[in-house]
């Protein structure tokens, strides 16, 4: 990773850790093509690991919240779960999330996911995500 994008995915994991400094969270990371929402994912969990928190990924699948969520929520510590997949923002999971991102891989948005996210990452360069702050007005 440059450190232009290090520094990115640190600033993301200081948003996340400024909202939501303590307790078991869930971020998840939505978006059309899975294999950039892994990566991501893995980078955002390294930049919490580097913020000092202890944090995991999961491939979000048809059996996560009784398979992955649920066990995540109960157990002990603070510590923080970043799941990616597609369809985060719809039924049953959309109610599931401390923190969603939306990445816009320049694809065509099913429904209103990027208007539900917490944040919207263009990552049509996934050397250099970059947030969109089309949500927040």
């Known amino acids: ?78 510590a923080i779960l970043v799941a990616h997949g597609t369809g985060l923002h719809a039924p049953p999971l959309s109610g599931s999330w401390s923190y969603t991102f939306w990445l816009d891989s320049g694809d065509p948005v099913p429904g209103s996911a990027d208007r539900l996210s917490t944040a919207i990452v263009d990552v049509t360069d996934p050397q250099h995500p970059r947030r969109n702050f089309a949500d927040s007005c």
């Not at 995915?9 to 093509?33: P, Q, S």
Request: glycine content about 10%; aromatic content about 8%.
């Open 1 to 78: 990773m440059t450190d232009p994008t290090t520094a990115s995915y640190d600033a993301f994991a200081t948003e996340i850790l400024h909202n939501y400094r303590t307790g078991r969270r869930l971020v998840g990371v939505d978006g059309t093509r899975p294999e950039v929402g892994a990566e991501f994912a893995e980078h955002l969990a390294e930049a919490l690991r580097r913020a000092g928190h202890d944090a995991e990924t999961a491939e979000v699948t048809e059996d996560f919240p009784d398979r992955v969520a649920g066990p995540f929520r109960a157990g002990d510590g603070a």
